[in-house]
């Protein structure tokens, strides 16, 4: 079955309101597409002016992450129902920006996964490999490894509407890119994973992105292999040329 490519920016700890309200505005004319589909995921301080900033248009909206309980004495945490009432529809979870700077485990990130779910949240779950680990020659281990327990007590339903963002550290703000080639082969190997989890329908079905150092001039090759669905861009999506990430194909 075909599916549709999405372009998905995270623009990590950038952007204020106004700056949001300003830069989307720009993004309603250069991101229009009726054949990808665009995510702006922003700092949650910014959610607010960015639902209200793409009202009308083509640009969904989420969450850069978010916390496994529904309130509660987590002072600086932010919960599903807060991003929902907000205007959020999707959420990153496991960047591993995440894992590597404040601890989170995958464990952690199934916990987060499971209650994206009961709020209605789209989950875009990360992975992705250090640089050693890719010469040791255990990348597809350490990914298969964060899925599983990532997707962990997901039904197939949700396991469907999930979106994974393939993601190697190693090529994350380094300029370094994985070839599409590379990025095909650990793509194919992560949908090959959710076929033995879930039975063929589900991994036809779900999206697995590619990020890392994803631009204008490499998206087209990228989003032509067969197992990449669309990116996870950070720096490319804080300009309004994200747009020729979105329109690739012309």
């Avoid at 949650?44 to 850069?64: F, K, L, M, R, Y």
């Avoid at 209605?120 to 020659?137: A, D, F, H, K, Y």
């Avoid at 959710?194 to 779900?206: F, K, N, Q, S, W």
Wanted: aromatic residues 6%; charged residues 25%.
């Amino acid at each position: 079955m075909a599916r549709r490519i999405l372009a998905a920016g995270n623009w990590k700890m950038n952007k204020t309101p106004s700056e949001t309200k300003a830069l989307i505005a720009e993004m309603r004319k250069t991101c229009a597409s009726d054949t990808v589909d665009v995510l702006l995921c922003v700092p949650a301080i910014d959610i607010p002016a960015a639902v209200e900033a793409a009202a009308g248009s083509n640009i969904q909206i989420g969450a850069e992450n978010m916390y496994f309980e529904e309130s509660g004495a987590y002072t600086g945490e932010i919960s599903p129902a807060m991003l929902v009432d907000a205007g959020a529809k999707y959420v990153i979870l496991g960047h591993s920006e995440r894992r590597d700077y404040f601890g989170e485990t995958s464990e952690d990130v199934n916990k987060k996964m499971k209650k994206a779910f009961e709020h209605n949240l789209i989950p875009v779950m990360c992975c992705g490999e250090s640089l050693t680990q890719r010469e040791q020659g255990i990348t597809m281990d350490w990914i298969r490894q964060q899925v599983k327990v990532g997707f962990q007590g997901l039904t197939a339903d949700q396991a469907k509407e999930a979106i994974i963002a393939y993601e190697p550290i190693w090529a994350i703000g380094t300029g370094k890119t994985a070839t599409a080639d590379q990025a095909e082969e650990v793509c194919k190997g992560i949908r090959d994973l959710i076929r033995e989890l879930y039975g063929t329908e589900v991994a036809d079905t779900i999206r697995v992105l590619y990020g890392g150092s994803v631009k204008p001039a490499n998206a087209a090759e990228l989003f032509a292999k067969e197992d990449i669905d669309g990116g996870l861009v950070g720096g490319a999506s804080l300009k309004p040329d994200f747009g020729d990430i979105v329109n690739y194909s012309k």
